[in-house]
């Protein structure tokens, strides 16, 4: 190698698990860099189906560094039940498993804001927040994997969004407006299950690169469905070319 970044030629469900799963027993980092639990990829082994969304394949594999970038967008339940089931089968997640800590956090009122603009126009979102998260992140008003570790700063960011989304729900949609106490208990209770994989994942990025580590970028979805070059306006919201490794992980497109 050292770095490789796989991505899909069409709209996904091109085999790109499979494929991750066969390169990463010559890796020893896999990078997830874009996208969020709308995506992933079904991996078999031994007969044992593994459908991961959010969490790099290579994690089935012993003693891989397996990275969620910057780039992402974290639905807390999600992962938290994907960390679940592959405890379950067997699957060491806990030394393996690295979250950036400036990948940003959908959260309900991203979930509930979608599901009520794909009734009045329909582009076929898969209504989990990804969207609308990625939109407060442009627009500087996002939830970060950091913020779950100081809890005014939570609990100051869902007041504020909460006060524009609730008036959205009411007034334009006529929907059932979100509860920010609820809400801000839920992600403190998140935020003392994931805190031991919060990390400076760039760093650790960077210097494994640096050291001669094979690292392995992998793209969760396909080339047509980026943001910028895709079958706009039906594309996911995030950049799924390879370039998007790049600001999706925080690595020089000179370090390959």
């Not at 190698?1 to 030629?9: E, L, R, W």
């Not at 991996?43 to 891989?64: Q, R």
């Not at 979250?99 to 956090?105: R, V």
Request: glycine share 8%.
């Amino acid at each position: 190698m050292p770095t490789v970044v796989i991505i899909g030629a069409q709209w996904g469900d091109e085999g790109k698990g499979k494929i991750v799963d066969f390169l990463t027993e010559k890796c020893d980092y896999v990078v997830r860099f874009q996208g969020g639990c709308n995506a992933g990829h079904t991996v078999v082994v031994d007969d044992e189906k593994y459908i991961l969304h959010l969490i790099p394949s290579g994690i089935l594999h012993k003693n891989k560094k397996c990275i969620i970038g910057n780039g992402v967008v974290l639905d807390p339940e999600s992962l938290l039940k994907e960390i679940d089931t592959l405890i379950k089968k067997g699957v060491e997640i806990d030394n393996n498993l690295y979250i950036a800590k400036h990948c940003h956090l959908i959260m309900p009122y991203h979930i509930a804001i979608e599901e009520q603009s794909e009734k009045k126009k329909k582009i076929g979102t898969t209504k989990k927040g990804i969207g609308p998260c990625y939109t407060d992140k442009i627009a500087r008003n996002g939830v970060r994997m950091i913020d779950l570790l100081y809890p005014e700063v939570l609990k100051n960011k869902i007041q504020a969004n909460l006060e524009i989304i609730n008036f959205l729900l009411k007034n334009l949609y006529n929907a059932e407006t979100l509860d920010e106490q609820k809400i801000f208990s839920q992600y403190m209770d998140y935020a003392e299950k994931l805190k031991k994989y919060i990390d400076d994942v760039d760093i650790m990025i960077n210097n494994a690169i640096d050291n001669g580590k094979n690292v392995l970028f992998e793209g969760a979805q396909g080339t047509l469905l980026d943001i910028d070059h895709g079958t706009y306006p039906y594309v996911t919201s995030s950049n799924t070319v390879a370039g998007g490794a790049c600001t999706g992980a925080g690595v020089s497109p000179k370090k390959n």
